[in-house]
């Protein structure tokens, strides 16, 4: 049985962050490569989880400018607003909201967005369609939206080595590693303008059994019945190999209202 609460347990995340620490690329500066933010700009981000972005949104804001951070995991929240610094902090107002709930949603965002942003979260809405319509009804003329995720042959190392130990793989846990993306930069092109994603391939390096157990004992693929089969083949694995390499996928798709 696949661990859904690892989609949002906020020491699951602070796990896998940790478990991606040997990846090749430098993950939150490709994210802001080439993603301007406006003066005086209002943000939202949704899924922010522990910050890793936010962080990085707020240092680079300009005064005047403010981003509402949402996620569904207080205790994320927590650790991000304790992250932020006194230079910063009314630069940020971050939420608890679940934006599977549309009406708090219409509730929560601001009537003006400039931009949208969302990495590794969109996937968990049962309808992102609606949920990015709603978003370009409040798109300023310049606004944007952007999402980041996976795509491709995003973890196939992995989930091939899990399945080779008999773990199932969620047909919709796999959709959502490789294909969501392509469906999110189908439904910029059908309802906004000047859409351009750009992709990176990011090799993590596992130097360890347990490293690998690790990040997948946090995931939302993990099965309890299957631990002393995957610990088997991974010590296995090590007798013949210095590390475990499982190739991560990415995509950063934006659009805009109009043409710039
Ligand atoms: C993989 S994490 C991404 C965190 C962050 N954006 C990053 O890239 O480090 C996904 C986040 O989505 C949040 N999430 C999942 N379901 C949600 C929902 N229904 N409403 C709001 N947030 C949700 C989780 O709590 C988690 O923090």
Known sequence: MAEKQNATRRDALLARIEGNASQALDFVGWIFQGLDIPDNANIVECCCGTGKQTLEFARRLTPGSRIHAFDIEQKSLDYLTGQLDE?????????????????????????????????????YNKDFARLLGLVRDRLSETGRITVVGPYGRNNDELFSFLQACGVGIDDYIVYTAQRFMADV??????????????????????????????????????DPALRDAVAERLAEHFRTHDTFINCKYLMKATATMILP
């Open 87 to 123: 230079a910063v902090r009314d630069r940020v107002e971050a939420r608890r909201l679940d934006f599977n709930d549309f009406e708090a949603v219409t509730a929560a965002f601001p009537d003006r967005i400039d931009l949208f942003f969302c990495s590794y979260g969109l996937y």
């Open 185 to 222: 930069v189908n439904w910029m092109s059908d309802n906004l303008k000047d859409v351009r994603s750009t992709t990176e391939r990011n090799p993590v390096a596992w130097d360890s059994a347990d490293k690998v157990f690790g990040y997948w004992e946090n995931s939302t693929f993990h």
